[in-house]
């Protein structure tokens, strides 16, 4: 395990914590970055989409924790239509968003997607995820180094007609 | 149409909104085919939208995003007539790009 | 007295019941009246279902249910069929080996006709539906016909279908003997039980429309062709009205006939024609 100069031993720990060889490409970081190590590095955040808790991916992605936010707001039906194609939608009034993603909890694997939100860039995405069953599906607002979540349970039926 | 990526950019004073659809199986390697095989991963890892020399939307996938993939979102700073260039790459090397001309 | 008394209630009792339960489906016994039989047929949806607008039933379980309405409207600004549309009209552009196009085999060049499938060919004396009259096309030319169920057919049909988006269904039946019988054999197809689960085609899409089969939300039968064909999340892919009529009749545990079977025809034909005035809405998206 390499060590950079300059890198606080907590952050260390979760690099550790994380299986950081994917990180290893970092170069030098600012010392006290706290943005995201996930939104600085343009690299495909593969250990996180590995996790298979929702805890551990956001851990992964983010190395914090998220506290619920009613200024996220979550759009995700009451019952999806067909669990391979789900449309779920954020949007957020929060100011200086860098970064939002997709949990589905009961997944096989939690993280479903993670989006930059560069400078310019509306802090607001909608897309189709799988929903394996029932499941929370959790959004993650990363604004201005803190993480905001949502929270909505969608339900996931077996098809009746479908078989 | 050779392209795998479809793509709507309308600009609305100073937002863009864009909206794009991909052709990609999305497989998620948990899936048996008809001879009982799994049928392995394919999946785009990674979407990129440049707008004007930047980045303006970067999605990271996993296998939980539904097949022939959709995104929408919005961004500012651009306006008709600009080029939108979208690319992506998957899990198996492969990739498309195309470039599309905000409305 | 008494017991021919009792015996002449009993009796009249069950005419009575007996009445009471085929009525809905006599209609006329002597006359085949394919007019009235539309107009009734609308009627009973648009009563039993009196806030949702007539065009409205050609959306199917959407037309039933807000929560689904809008994750359908949401996938319907970027649909799923997309590239089943973009590969039919490249099909459908693309002449055959002999230099001839598709075009050739239909009026109006193929564009904006799809409401008017499927027809009653007076020479053959057969009810023609849009699928069969495209693998004939395909055939009189040199080439192999495709699958009816899916693919190529589907995305051939989605083209035919966009092109005449909106376009009220409009189907003829002839004054002729023959193309009524056709008309009463799918109207007989369709409310007759059959399979495993003793359902007919009415026992889901006229009697429970709107409400659910398992975890599904049924569609209403009117207007359930006018969105063909469909893109199915259940199928992850295309689907024709042959394919959906074979793995429903699979699905209700009875036997599925061939694609573009005559009865398969004739039911189309029934329910189309009762449709007749609803827009088409096809190529359509469906759970």
């Keep these: 395990m390499t060590t950079r100069t300059g890198l606080h031993p907590t952050r260390r720990l979760i690099l550790q914590g994380a299986a950081s060889v994917a990180l290893l490409g970092l170069g030098n970081l600012p010392f006290g970055a706290t943005s995201a190590l996930a939104a600085a590095n343009d690299k495909y955040p593969e250990e996180a989409f590995k996790q298979k808790s929702e805890a551990d991916a956001i851990k992964a992605l983010y190395g914090k924790t998220a506290e619920p936010s009613d200024k996220v707001k979550l759009d995700a039906p009451e019952i999806a239509e067909n669990g391979g194609v789900v449309p779920i939608a954020v949007t957020t009034t929060l100011d200086k968003v860098t970064s939002i993603s997709f949990f589905v909890a009961e997944n096989p694997n939690a993280l479903a997607a993670s989006y930059k939100i560069p400078d310019g860039t509306m802090p607001s995405v909608a897309n189709r995820l799988k929903m394996a069953k029932t499941s929370n599906v959790v959004a993650i607002v990363e604004a201005d180094g803190k993480l905001y979540s949502a929270t909505k349970e969608v339900k996931v039926t077996v098809g009746g007609c479908g078989g | ?103 | 007295m008494k017991a021919r008394f009792a015996l002449l209630l009993g009796s009249l009792s069950a005419a009575l019941v007996a009445f009471a339960l085929t009525s809905p489906r006599v209609i006329a016994a002597d006359k085949v009246d394919p007019v009235a039989d539309a107009k009734a047929f609308q009627n009973f949806f648009f009563q039993k279902f009196p806030t949702v607008k007539h065009d409205d039933f050609v959306n199917g379980p959407y037309s039933m249910n807000e929560d689904m309405k809008r994750q359908w409207q949401e996938k319907e600004e970027f649909p799923p069929y997309e590239f089943a549309l973009d590969a039919g009209k490249e099909m459908f552009s693309t002449p055959f080996k002999n230099g001839k196009t598709y075009a050739d085999c239909f009026p109006n060049g193929g564009i904006g006709i799809r409401q008017n499938y499927p027809y009653f060919d007076t020479g053959e004396g057969k009810v023609v539906t849009l699928e069969l009259a495209l693998n004939r096309c395909r055939e009189a030319n040199g080439e192999a016909p495709y699958s009816y169920v899916k693919d190529e057919m589907a995305s051939l049909t989605a083209y035919m279908a966009f092109t005449s988006r909106g376009k009220p269904m409009d189907i003829k039946i002839p004054d002729d003997p023959r193309a009524l019988a056709a008309f009463e054999n799918g109207k007989r197809y369709f409310y007759t039980r059959r399979g495993q689960m003793n359902f007919s085609c009415a026992s889901c899409h006229v009697q429970s429309p709107g409400e659910r089969i398992r975890a599904e939300i049924l569609a209403p039968a009117l207007g359930i062709l006018n969105a063909m064909p469909i893109y199915r999340s259940e199928w992850s892919g295309m689907g024709t009205t042959s394919r959906r009529f074979v793995t429903c009749n699979s699905q209700t545990r009875a036997v599925p006939l061939e694609p573009q079977a005559d009865e398969y025809r004739d039911v189309e034909y029934f329910l189309s024609y009762v449709a007749n005035g609803l827009p088409i809405s096809g190529p359509g998206a469906r759970p």
């Excluded at chain 2, 794009?20 to 390697?29: F, K, N, R, S």
């Design chain 2, 1 to 103: 149409m050779a392209s795998s990526i479809r793509v709507r950019a309308t600009a609305n004073g100073d937002i863009t909104e864009v909206q794009a659809l991909i052709q990609h199986p999305m497989d998620t390697g948990l899936v048996k085919d008809s001879k009982g095989e799994l049928i392995p991963a394919h999946y785009i890892q990674v979407l990129k939208f440049e707008c004007n020399g930047k980045d303006v939307f970067v999605a990271n996938w996993g296998t939980a995003v539904s097949k022939d993939p959709y995104v929408k979102f919005s961004f500012k700073g651009a306006k008709k007539g600009d080029d939108l260039k979208i690319s992506w790459t998957d899990n198996k090397g492969g990739s498309d790009t195309t470039t599309a001309k905000i409305a």
